[in-house]
């Protein structure tokens, strides 16, 4: 019963207006509103949800998740259509609202995927190496040279404070050879430690989450999904039905739970509007009743009310339950409490929203801040030369890019931190408008406390004004820090943030390899069922010659019987030693078309055809194909050889489909087309051989153009998976031995 449910769910998302024009529009996925981390190898589940939805925080449409109004507007009755003003008005809050946290999620879902330092620096390292070639040149650096030059003069020579001048000479020169090293190397030097701490927050956030450091991806899509259950999924429950146990109930015995029911279909659907009526009680086959046509009197007057015919499926239909009380929420009745409802939800969800917008907009500027500091390189490079106050510049440069690219750990950290408490306040059993009061009060306390608790995060070190956690250089140096108090306390958590970069680096060393492999093993699959494809016509064409063959031979006997008076006349007289006998028109023309037969029968191709055939037939009979494992081995390597030849060459005319007769006979237009499709083809066949051999260095990129993107990312995922299951059976087999 799964699987049939399984296909009008996939139905829904395909089209979700298919129950007329009143059912919400989703344009999210169209105007490119997709998770980013959807392009990565996740878990099963979370690529279900990227398939219907597009997201890994929510597995329906958007639209989905709309509330039902069943008030109609009626000019005879001006009280229900107030009602129904009012419900629709709740419905439309409703979707801004979820919108709102889907943008901030999707925003929060960025900031992790999206290494703005790293992507950009090599446009930002020639911006540097432009301003200091040609803005801040050489003229500036003689320039301010000559000041520190001077300085030491006064400072040592007249002022005779001769230590203090060699110190600060030192710092200076120290200090512009570092900047002129960030300058020459920003990817090795700045690049590396944004690398460093974008992993090490992925990685704490995966091991404070899901405590799978070696998948930081699919930790951070399973956290969206959470705060998305928690924040849409049931409240939409208590507005859809007044009850959030109704939604995790099971529909009867089976595992799928009534929510998932109503989920595959978009709001305001006819399917919807079908659900409402089953658990309403009502018949499917009914046509338009008085209550219809009363709340909707001209559509049904005018037949504009879309039919009765049922949409569900009708195992579907069986799965619904009776429960009137559950809909009441959706009709006449329900629109003050469900207004009084989304109050207090939209209360809570705006503390959600502010808070996690808010930390997505600091994650985010602290990557456009390092950015935006790295590139004040070139100028903030002379201030060292101008003394005391240059190099407090300087230092105070390097301080705010270190906290910018740090601050990124730093707030990580505490996200960590609100996804797991958040995980932990919805498991408290208050019962689910209980619970939502103390999420919601806990959003809004978190986010009007949260200067405190990033400073918190920041182990209490200070901070700049005005400026958040990146300003200050103790928290540019918080990891450090963070090592330190963590040793103290415990060992274990000590090596907790290096396990997380290791994770994280592990787990981009597997897709790395993960790719490589999946990619060589579907470039050999594309090479077998070429060698299939091209095998399988030859030996098809082989069956055609072979009744060719047969039928020259038998035209052969009957012209062999047909000559055979004259044959005898010819063996006589030549035994008899007489001249042989003059043929007649027709026995001449006969003893042509016998020599043509003859000629025929002994073509290369035909007894090619034969040889075909048998190796066929000795390969059906010992596997059941035509075409042995063997054959396709074989074909690959004459493949590899005949890249050598002429391009024209039979064998590599008949690898790309084509007839050697036929490019022969064709005139120079066609054969020139016909070239182009063996050249294209034997670009495809060297980029896959490149990537499938198992020796050598395999290009990967080559052979990936030819395959789909969606198969590499499937295949990788899988090798990625099996990675890890051959690191887990080796740290087994190690712990084994080390008890022993």
Not at 634 to 660: I, M
Not at 682 to 689: G, H, I, M, Y
Request: charged share 25%.
């Amino acid at each position: 019963m799964a699987l049939l449910l399984a296909a009008p769910a996939v139905a829904a998302t395909e089209k979700p207006d298919s129950g007329g024009g009143a059912a919400y529009a989703d344009p999210t996925r169209d105007l490119g509103a997709g998770s980013p981390s959807c392009r990565e190898a996740l878990q099963a589940e979370q690529r279900e949800s990227c398939r219907r939805s597009g997201s890994v925080a929510h597995p329906y449409p958007l639209s989905s998740y709309g509330i039902d109004v069943r008030v109609g507007f009626s000019i005879t009755d001006p009280g229900k259509s107030f009602l129904g003003a009012l419900q629709s008005l709740a419905a439309g809050l409703w979707m801004g609202i979820v919108f709102a946290l889907k943008g901030v999620l999707l925003l929060l879902e960025w900031t992790f995927a999206l290494d703005l330092t790293g992507k950009a620096m090599p446009e930002a390292q020639q911006t540097m190496q432009r301003l200091h070639s040609d803005a801040f040149g050489a003229p500036w650096m003689v320039a301010a040279i000559s000041v520190a030059g001077l300085w030491g003069i006064w400072r040592g020579l007249v002022q005779r404070r001769t230590g203090e001048t060699l110190t600060g000479l030192t710092a200076t020169v120290g200090l512009m050879v570092l900047g002129l090293l960030v300058i020459s190397q920003p990817a090795a030097t700045v690049g590396h430690l944004s690398r460093l701490a974008s992993d090490a927050g992925a990685g704490v956030l995966a091991a404070g989450t899901t405590g799978a450091v070696d998948e930081p991806r699919a930790a951070l899509a399973s956290g969206m999904a959470g705060i998305f259950d928690q924040a849409v999924r049931d409240p939409w429950c208590a507005l859809e039905f007044g009850s959030v146990d109704h939604c995790d109930a099971h529909v009867k015995g089976e595992r799928t739970a009534n929510a998932d029911l109503w989920l595959r279909y978009p709001a305001q659907s006819r399917e919807r509007e079908e659900l409402f009526k089953l658990t309403k009680g009502q018949s499917l086959d009914d046509g338009p009743g008085l209550v219809d046509v009363v709340t909707n009197p001209v559509p049904s007057v005018l037949g504009l009310t879309g039919g009765s015919d049922p949409k569900l499926d009708e195992d579907v239909q069986r799965l619904v339950a009776k429960a009137p009380e559950r809909v009441q929420m959706q009709e006449a009745g329900g629109t003050f409490p469900r207004f009084a409802l989304l109050a207090i939800i939209a209360f809570g969800l705006a503390g959600a929203i502010a808070l996690f917008g808010w930390l997505a907009m600091h994650l985010l500027s602290a990557s456009t801040k390092s950015l935006l500091l790295l590139l004040f390189a070139p100028a903030v490079l002379l201030a060292p030369a101008f003394g005391d106050q240059g190099r407090a510049v300087f230092v105070g440069w390097g301080k705010q890019l270190l906290g910018a690219i740090f601050a990124k750990l730093i707030y990580a950290v505490f996200l960590t931190v609100v996804l797991a408490a958040t995980a932990t306040v919805s498991k408290v059993d208050l019962g689910w408008f209980g619970t939502w009061l103390v999420q919601s009060a806990f959003w809004w306390g978190i986010f009007v406390k949260r200067n405190e608790l990033v400073g918190l995060a920041s182990l209490g070190l200070p901070r700049s004004e005005g400026g958040g956690a990146g300003k200050a250089l103790s928290q540019g140096y918080y990891a450090w820090q963070l090592g330190r108090a963590a040793k103290a306390a415990t060992g274990a958590m000590l090596e907790r943030p290096a396990q997380a970069v290791g994770a994280v680096r592990q787990h981009r060393a597997d897709t790395r390899t993960g790719r490589t492999a999946a990619t060589a093993a579907l470039a050999s699959e594309r090479l077998d069922a070429d060698a299939r494809r091209t095998l399988g016509t030859e030996h098809e064409a082989a069956r055609g010659g072979v009744q060719r063959r047969d039928a020259l031979r038998r035209e052969l006997r009957a012209t062999d019987r047909r000559l055979q008076g004259y044959d005898e006349t010819v063996a006589a007289a030549r035994a008899q030693g007489h001249e042989k006998p003059a043929p007649t028109a027709e026995q001449e023309a006969l003893l042509t078309y016998r020599e043509r037969l003859r000629s025929s029968l002994d073509a290369p191709e035909l007894q090619r055809a034969e040889e075909v055939q048998r190796h066929g037939a000795r390969n059906r009979a010992a596997g059941g194909t035509e075409v042995s494992d063997r054959d396709v081995s074989n074909y690959r390597a004459a493949r590899r050889r005949a890249h050598d030849v002429p391009l024209d060459h039979d064998a590599n005319l008949r690898a790309a489909g084509v007839d050697p007769d036929e490019y022969r006979t064709a005139p120079a237009d066609r054969r020139d087309e016909l070239r182009a499709v063996v050249s294209e083809h034997l670009t495809r066949e060297r980029d896959l051989l490149s990537a499938a051999e198992p020796s050598g260095s395999p290009d990967a990129d080559r052979a990936a153009r030819w395959i789909r993107d969606d198969d590499v990312r499937m295949r990788t995922a899988e090798e990625r998976a099996r990675l890890r299951d051959e690191r887990r059976q080796r740290r087994a087999k190690a712990g084994v031995y080390r008890r022993r």
